[in-house]
């Protein structure tokens, strides 16, 4: 199976508090979150 393409973004501390803070909310991985977050319509 091909490796899944790897993407780096940046955060301000806002947003990365609040992301951090959905991540524990859900119980979900990092990359689980922003999979979900992209793929809602």
Known sequence: MK???RITIALD???AGLFKQ???DLGLSQSELMREA???E
Do not use: A, I, Y
């Open 38 to 40: 992209v793929s809602k």
């Open 13 to 15: 501390q806002e947003t």
């Open 22 to 24: 959905l991540r524990e």
């Open 3 to 5: 490796s899944p393409e």
